[in-house]
């Protein structure tokens, strides 16, 4: 049986980058034959994101170079945006996608990891829907999210079965489409075995992992290191053209600030990150509910003590589960939490150990027994295949 992930837009090189491939090698390690199919409009910055999230493993990439038609709803959907929603351009493009390999007769099941949309394909993997209930009011932002809605609409289908990322996604997914698909929560993989350390020798930094986007909030990051100038900061993630811009942009607020103890580092090689989170006393995440948070599970198996936003599955399905304290509504409370944790080293061993504990069921071989629970039950080889 042949299964086909489709990814539009692999060269951003966030998290949900990451989950396509290792569910590829997943996939092949269960015995299927598994491809990533992808378009891109830089192919060296494409072949640079393979690299940083695949060491050690090659996966195979069916990657062309985004075709016209495709390349129209790229730009109405940045038009539409304010080049701000790339959930969206992920839709859309998902969508040409999904249409081209169902025209061309590829794989025998088509998963969708990339549209945060309950796609026409055999198996969606969310990591968060991408109509979400806002609460916010006013003619202009109603006739946006009519028009979001219609066009998330124009992509959506009937999955055999949605996969998310999260019991806090899954909570996210059941308020916008009720029950009327059949969810279940495979945590993505987490590569604990290469970041574990429970070293107790630490320097007094602080690192931060995202991919560099406005909506990331990671501005409040350099407003937390000018209450703790006795730190270094370390803001870290994938970033594209407009990524690097943008990490540009927190360079400059942190020199304007005075701040010389932030160091912006975009596109820090994999194996510079882990020496990073093994020497790092701290992780801290911006105020972003993130839907899982990859990046804080693998601070939390380096060793780092992770403090973060009091929303989203990084905070109700990792850091919760390690201590309520580590929690914060406001970024003001983040120093409070650092001094109080810095002063006990027997609460910081405790929860370093406590960490390692709770992370220790996201990593890889969970996630494919699970990814094979679910998707066997959905999607059984045919006798013979």
């Known amino acids: 049986m042949e299964v086909v992930i489709v990814h539009p837009l692999l060269e951003i090189g966030g998290?949900?980058?990451?989950?396509?491939?290792?569910?590829?090698?997943?996939?092949?390690?269960?015995?299927?034959?598994s491809r990533i199919a992808t378009y891109y409009l830089d192919w060296e910055r494409l072949a640079e994101v393979v690299g940083l999230l695949s060491p050690g493993f090659k996966p195979l990439i069916e990657a062309r170079p985004l075709p016209p038609t495709a390349g129209i709803v790229d730009l109405l959907a940045r038009a539409l945006t304010g080049d701000r929603l790339t959930r969206l351009r992920r839709a859309l493009l998902t969508g040409v996608l999904v249409k081209r390999i169902k025209r061309e007769a590829g794989g025998d099941v088509v998963v969708?990891?990339?549209?945060?949309?309950?796609?026409?394909?055999?198996?969606?993997?969310?990591?968060?829907?991408?109509?979400?209930?806002?609460?916010?009011?006013?003619?202009?932002?109603?006739?946006?999210?009519?028009?979001?809605?219609?066009?998330?609409?124009?992509?959506?289908?009937?999955?055999?079965?949605?996969?998310?990322?999260?019991?806090?996604?899954?909570?996210?997914?059941?308020?916008?489409?009720?029950?009327?698909?059949?969810?279940?929560?495979?945590?993505?993989?987490?590569?604990?075995?290469?970041f574990e350390s429970l070293d107790e020798k630490r320097e007094k930094a602080i690192v931060t992992v995202s991919r560099f986007s406005p909506e990331k909030n990671l501005g409040k990051v350099v407003e937390v290191a000018g209450a703790l100038r006795d730190y270094d900061f370390y803001i870290v993630g994938s970033a594209t053209r407009k990524g690097s811009r943008y990490a540009g942009y927190l360079k400059r607020l942190a020199e304007e600030r005075g701040l010389w103890n932030v160091h912006v580092l975009p596109n820090l090689p994999r194996s510079r990150l882990r020496d990073l989170l093994r020497t790092a006393l701290f992780y801290l995440h911006p105020p972003y509910a993130e839907h899982f948070g990859l990046s804080v599970a693998e601070a939390v198996s380096a060793g780092a003590i992770p403090i973060v936003y009091r929303d989203g599955g990084a905070w109700f399905d990792i850091v919760s589960r390690i201590s309520p304290a580590l929690g914060y509504t406001e970024v003001g409370e983040v120093p409070s939490i650092v001094r109080r944790v810095e002063e006990d080293p027997a609460l910081a061993r405790a929860l370093r150990e406590r960490g390692l504990s709770v992370v220790r069921g996201f990593d890889f071989e969970s996630f494919k027994k699970r990814l094979s629970k679910a998707f066997l039950s959905c999607c059984p080889p045919a006798r013979g295949s």
Do not use: C
């Open 112 to 194: 969708d990891t990339a549209s945060h949309v309950p796609t026409p394909v055999d198996v969606a993997y969310i990591h968060v829907p991408l109509i979400t209930p806002s609460g916010r009011r006013g003619f202009v932002w109603r006739s946006y999210e009519t028009l979001l809605k219609r066009l998330a609409d124009s992509v959506t289908g009937r999955p055999r079965l949605v996969l998310v990322n999260s019991s806090w996604t899954r909570a996210v997914f059941h308020s916008v489409y009720g029950d009327q698909f059949r969810v279940e929560v495979v945590h993505p993989p987490v590569d604990v075995e290469y």
């Open 15 to 33: 998290g949900a980058e990451k989950l396509a491939i290792e569910m590829h090698r997943a996939l092949a390690e269960m015995g299927f034959e």
